[in-house]
């Protein structure tokens, strides 16, 4: 599963913010060195990058006024929401969370998956 500290840092650092959420750790982890994505995987990336954002930027102004519990319950609602979203572009949880930390630990990728959110179209906008 994704994991929000990664994906907070990550969306930070490209332009978009996420809410933290609780979200499962994945066991075991590719090592990210020596692991290459094709350009569609990143661009899938990017694409579910800027969904996730948007549906994160919808929960946060709920969870600033919930309760502990209705809390919990958004955060699982965006969980499912997310995860949806991760899915739709052809990731599973795992690979997006991989391909994140990747993003965040080597500045090739970083730069690859900056170039196409920056050709993704942001929801409410028209691209020219």
């Given amino acids: 599963m994704i994991r929000s500290t ?17 979200w499962a750790q994945s066991e075991s982890a590719p090592t990210e060195q020596t692991t290459s994505y094709s350009d569609t995987e990143l661009k899938s990336f990017a694409a579910a990058a800027v969904e996730v954002h948007r549906i994160n930027s919808g929960y946060l102004p709920k969870m600033a006024e919930a309760s502990p519990d209705q809390q919990r319950a958004l ?9 949806a979203a991760v899915e739709k572009q052809g990731l599973t949880s795992d690979k997006y969370d991989e391909i994140l930390t990747a993003a965040q630990t080597r500045p090739e990728v970083a730069t690859k998956v900056e170039q196409f959110l920056n050709k993704t179209p942001r929801p409410g906008t028209t691209q020219l």
């Fill in 6 to 22: 990664i994906m907070a840092a990550m969306l930070g650092l490209l332009g978009v913010a996420a809410i933290p959420m609780t």
């Fill in 75 to 83: 955060e699982q609602q965006a969980l499912r929401e997310t995860t």
